[in-house]
């Protein structure tokens, strides 16, 4: 099984500024099948980057995937007030999909 | 504007079984796409449980499956869960999404996701 590692924990940061998540794979993910999700309080989460670096339909350009192999990033190049949420990374290229634990954005 | 609710008993005893429908509105359950089920659990964070093609095929995460069966209603235009012998390890927010097909045997990732629904296991 790959296990994925976010990191930070949590990250403050203020609006406007930039935001840079990190998941890491235990092995690497293969053809970089890899997503990333925003979930915010009470919602359902919402696809942002499909295949480590397309973006999903109707998401914003200020948010951005990198990487491949084991090291992936999410950059959110501005921070909107609504993007201060938790993000989490999902490998889907082999069985079992498995999913990071999750970087929170806050509000510094 | 594809749909999901999730929906099933908020309490389950141990030992019994945990079942949970899906029911998906806006497009239909018959056509090209993976039906999924994922739980978030505190101690375990998100956890892929399975999903089920349109076809009806089944893929388990493997340390679920002897207890698992997803299965799908075309009639009601729904799909469900099922999980046996639950012990308290079970007791997560579990939600239902729709899963992309990507080409490669049974990898997906979700587009649509239900707003989840929390089942406690406990007598």
């Known amino acids: 099984e790959i296990v994925l590692t976010q990191s930070p924990g949590t990250l403050s940061l203020s609006p406007g500024e930039r935001a840079t998540l990190s998941c890491r794979a235990s092995?690497?993910?293969?053809?970089?099948?890899l997503a990333w999700y925003q979930q915010k309080p009470g919602q359902a989460p919402r696809l942002l980057i499909y295949?480590?670096?397309s973006r999903a339909t109707g998401i914003p350009d200020r948010f951005s995937g990198s990487g491949s192999g084991t090291d992936f990033t999410l950059t959110i190049s501005r921070l909107e007030p609504e993007d201060f949420a938790v993000y989490f990374c999902?490998?889907?290229?082999?069985?079992?999909?498995?999913f990071g634990g999750g970087t929170k954005v806050e509000i510094k | 504007q594809v749909q999901l609710q999730e929906s099933g008993p908020g309490l389950v005893k141990p030992s019994e079984t945990l079942s949970l429908t899906c029911a998906v509105s806006g497009y239909s359950i018959s056509s090209e796409y993976y039906w999924g089920w994922i739980r978030q659990s505190p101690g375990k964070g998100l956890e892929w449980i399975g999903h089920?093609?349109?076809?009806?095929?089944?893929y388990y995460n493997p340390s679920l499956k002897s207890r698992l069966t997803i299965s799908l209603d075309t009639s009601k235009n729904q799909f469900s869960l099922k999980l046996s012998s639950v012990t308290a390890a079970d007791t997560a927010v579990y939600s239902c999404?729709?899963?992309?097909?990507?080409?490669?045997?049974?990898?997906?990732?979700?587009?649509?996701w239900g707003q989840g629904t929390l089942v406690t296991v406990s007598s």
């Open positions: 999404a729709r899963g992309i097909l990507t080409g490669y045997y049974l990898a997906s990732y979700f587009d649509y």
């Open positions: 295949g480590a670096s």
């Open positions: 092995q690497s993910v293969s053809s970089n099948l």
């Open positions: 999902q490998q889907y290229g082999s069985s079992p999909l498995t």
């Open positions: 089920i093609y349109h076809s009806g095929s089944t």
